[in-house]
């Protein structure tokens, strides 16, 4: 994880146009929508409203008024790993799905028109992580950072970062910053110097269920606060909460099972 927050500030102004190669948005698909629903509201006081249909019923997040996320509804036979999915910014969703394939990652929804919000495909790279592209229309995605119920960060994690790392720098053209380290294996993606995502090689640390994934950080004003919350909301917690030097992080999972990272950034 690095000290960026994406491109807005620290008081939570909204976005501009995504760069390409930004992580623009982030979605969940779940079975139980409703409760899903429920857990966030209550997590991160985010309220829903419906967005596109075509992958099934699926809601956008809105905090104060500005969308932040999105959560949808996997078909009941559909037996998928729950987990948030990031979608990086395109502006030719059609060439980026092209040169994806070409650089040995796979292309496994789209790509299609999600109405009039824009144009979307749902990709794997070479170790098989999952992640979205996204081509703004109408919905430019994630509109309001920097606040407490914000994605702050998106991190892969990988067995190492030396492969998986040149397929994202050739798909969206990202400049590289590893770690010079013997015993710690990351990389910073950054566009235009600009710290966007990591990628973090874990190697026999990797959860055995789940493979390499992206892994979506959330802001929160009190990471302990929300660990307590999160218990009671029955979610759970997979790694207590620790300082760093990006703040107060811990890894916690919803009632289904789907991970992400509470952070609490420096006062």
């Known amino acids: 994880m690095t000290e960026a927050r994406g491109s807005a500030g620290p008081n939570g102004e909204t976005h501009a146009r995504h760069a390409p190669g930004t992580p623009c948005w982030v979605s969940l698909m779940v079975h139980g929508l409703?409760?899903?629903?429920?857990?966030?509201?209550?997590?991160?006081?985010?309220?829903?409203?419906?967005?596109?249909q075509q992958l099934g019923p699926y809601a956008r997040a809105l905090l104060d008024g500005a969308e932040v996320a999105g959560i949808g509804q996997l078909p009941p036979d559909r037996h998928l790993p729950i987990a948030?999915?990031?979608?990086?910014?395109?502006?030719?969703v059609d060439l980026?799905?092209?040169?994806?394939?070409?650089?040995?990652?796979?292309?496994?929804?789209?790509?299609l028109d999600a109405?009039?919000?824009?144009?979307?495909?749902i990709g794997s790279d070479p170790s098989g992580a999952v992640f979205g592209v996204w081509q703004a229309a109408a919905h430019g995605g994630t509109a309001i950072a920097g606040v407490p119920g914000t994605p702050a960060w998106?991190?892969?994690?990988?067995?190492?970062?030396?492969?998986?790392?040149?397929?994202?720098?050739?798909?969206?053209?990202?400049?590289?910053?590893?770690?010079?380290s013997a015993d710690f294996d990351y990389v910073t993606l950054l566009i235009d110097g600009r710290p966007v995502a990591g990628i973090h090689g874990?190697?026999?640390?990797?959860?055995?269920?789940?493979?390499?994934?992206?892994?979506?950080y959330f802001e929160v004003a009190d990471t302990d606060e929300s660990l307590a919350r999160i218990t009671d909301l029955g979610g759970h917690v997979l790694r207590p909460a620790h300082d760093s030097e990006h703040g107060r992080v811990a890894t916690v999972a919803d009632p289904e099972g789907a991970r992400f990272c509470l952070v609490q950034s420096p006062r």
């Open 202 to 216: 874990v190697g026999n640390y990797l959860p055995r269920d789940r493979g390499p994934h992206w892994m979506t």
């Open 115 to 121: 109405e009039e919000a824009g144009r979307l495909v």
């Open 154 to 180: 998106h991190e892969l994690l990988t067995f190492e970062t030396a492969s998986v790392a040149k397929f994202y720098e050739t798909v969206f053209d990202y400049e590289e910053e590893p770690v010079i």
């Open 96 to 111: 980026t799905a092209e040169t994806v394939r070409l650089c040995g990652g796979t292309v496994g929804v789209g790509p």
């Open 34 to 52: 409703a409760t899903t629903q429920e857990f966030y509201g209550a997590l991160f006081g985010w309220e829903f409203r419906p967005g596109p």
């Open 84 to 92: 948030w999915t990031p979608y990086l910014a395109s502006d030719d």
